[in-house]
């Protein structure tokens, strides 16, 4: 079923946003928020939101973060950083705390304008890292975290250089063109900030402690970006936590292996919401 897309302007941000209703028989109370990776959009996460929701019987909404999909760009997105106008209009390249200001500024303005007290969030790995950020101050159902990144690892580093080699030489940039209305925007804005001196000593897990939802945390066995130590930390910060490891899975889990995704999820709300 094709739903239709929208445009919401959130800190003086206009964000594209897709609404999902809840399914005529559905019965789950609870709304799912989707956030998206680091090269990711509304497109690309592709149908599966919708699957999962209608699986689930609960309304949701996916949106693309600033820069990505057809939100509006970033203004000189390789430029100085600095803000225009207000604090949240921020311009230029991104600076290490681009997840804190998605996750602590943009996200709880999204939320309130879109009348949705707390949501269940789902997502992945950067988007999963912005869900954890948002979950310790803020309340919400729960969270649900594919791939996140809590620390900076090395792994993650040489990934994200091969990335660039890719985007530059090969054929990722022609990959992503279609689900971003300023491809350039959307890669450059994310590579730049990872490849950054400020944000190796990226590190939110003593921030973790502040979690109480319910919260599951997926990591594939074979994720290029991120090693088990990504959850298994998450673990240590907030005990109640669950863990789901999968075997033969890379860095998209929903992707790579959905339908087991999927019934966590379904048995994660079911049991925990």
């Not at 919708?50 to 949106?63: E, F, I």
């Not at 100085?80 to 311009?91: L, N, T």
């Not at 290490?96 to 500024?105: G, N, R, S, V």
């Amino acid at each position: 079923m094709h739903y239709p897309l929208s445009t919401l302007v959130v800190k003086n941000q206009h964000l594209e946003l897709l609404h999902l209703p809840k399914p005529a028989t559905g019965l789950n109370p609870h709304t799912l928020v989707f956030l998206h990776e680091g090269l990711g959009s509304v497109a690309l996460w592709r149908d599966w939101p919708a699957q999962l929701c209608q699986q689930l019987g609960c309304a949701g909404w996916v949106y693309s973060r600033r820069g990505y999909g057809q939100s509006e760009p970033v203004p000189d997105v390789r430029g100085p950083s600095r803000s225009a106008g207000e604090p949240s209009q921020r311009q230029g390249r991104l600076l290490p705390d681009y997840m804190h200001h998605e996750a602590l500024e943009i996200l709880p303005a999204l939320l309130q304008a879109l009348g949705v007290e707390r949501p269940v969030l789902v997502g992945h790995s950067d988007g999963g890292t912005i869900a954890l950020i948002h979950a310790s101050r803020y309340e919400v159902a729960g969270c649900v975290v594919m791939a996140p990144h809590v620390m900076v690892e090395d792994l993650s580093m040489q990934a994200i250089n091969a990335a660039t080699q890719a985007y530059e030489n090969g054929a990722l940039r022609q990959r992503l063109a279609p689900f971003h209305a300023d491809v350039d925007c959307a890669f450059w804005q994310w590579n730049d900030v990872w490849l950054s001196a400020g944000f190796r000593s990226f590190d939110i897990r003593r921030e973790l402690a502040g979690i109480s939802a319910p919260l599951l945390a997926i990591q594939g066995e074979k994720d290029a970006y991120g090693t088990m130590a990504q959850i298994d930390d998450i673990a240590r910060a907030v005990p109640h936590a669950q863990l789901l490891k999968l075997p033969d899975c890379g860095h998209s889990p929903h992707r790579d292996q959905p339908e087991a995704v999927a019934k966590a999820i379904a048995d994660f709300m079911q049991q925990s919401l």
